[in-house]
């Protein structure tokens, strides 16, 4: 035999030999095992909480009392092109701002309308709580951190378009649906809930 038909033999037991070693033969029946990609489990059930009543919330500004709360939902803003789509706590500059109510922080963004912002959404995702014109966040505050009522989330400012020296909190409450992301949502009235007056309307 030539030495040409040697290495051509030589070259196929070694092929041969590679594909072999890519398969697993299993101990019992003689198959071949199959290999089931890796997928990511389920996330566990969130616990569902109780439906948001009535003052449930707390005042999400230090010192704020509750009769000094004023209902400016619907008031015009931007010239009259929109009307306002929250409630606006005010307070001097770098007054604490403090969480409502439980939940997670769901989103840190800042934009030209609501400057440094912050997005908690409840514990059964049915509610997501909005806070703007925040001067800057509390330390140690990132997105996925869970919350519970009245821990500081960061502090009064004039930021967006709050206007220069017009510090307050805007608290905004959206109502969620299953699937829906932090800037989606209805937006509901806050006021009875902070003021403790009624049901959000």
């Known amino acids: ?22 398969l697993s033969f299993g101990s019992s029946g003689g198959g071949i095992e199959r290999h089931v990609p890796w997928r990511k489990p389920a996330p566990p059930a969130e616990v569902v ?15 704020v009392p509750r009769k000094a709360i004023a209902d400016s939902w619907n ?14 706590l005010m307070a001097p500059g770098g007054t604490p701002v403090v969480a409502a109510a439980p939940g997670r922080i769901e989103k840190l963004f800042q934009s030209g309308l609501g400057g440094i912002t912050l997005y908690v959404r409840s514990p059964d995702r049915r509610w997501t709580y909005y806070y703007a ?41 959206t109502r969620m649906q299953p699937g829906e992301r932090w800037y989606q949502g209805e937006n509901v009235n806050p ?11």
Do not use: Q
């Open 49 to 63: 909480a109780a439906p948001v009543t009535p003052g449930a919330l707390a005042v999400p500004v230090a010192g």
């Open 191 to 201: 006021y009875p809930m902070l003021a403790g007056t009624g049901s959000p309307r």
């Open 133 to 173: 014109h925040l001067a800057g966040y509390a330390a140690g505050i990132r997105e996925g951190m869970a919350v519970k009522t009245g821990d500081l989330l960061g502090y009064v400012g004039d930021t967006g378009d709050a206007g220069a020296g017009n510090y307050h909190l805007h608290f905004g409450l």
């Open 1 to 22: 035999m030539t030495r040409t038909f040697w290495i051509i033999l030589g070259l196929i037991v070694v092929v041969a030999g590679g594909f072999a070693s890519m």
């Open 75 to 88: 008031d015009a803003r931007g010239g009259g092109l929109r009307g306002h789509h929250g409630t606006d």
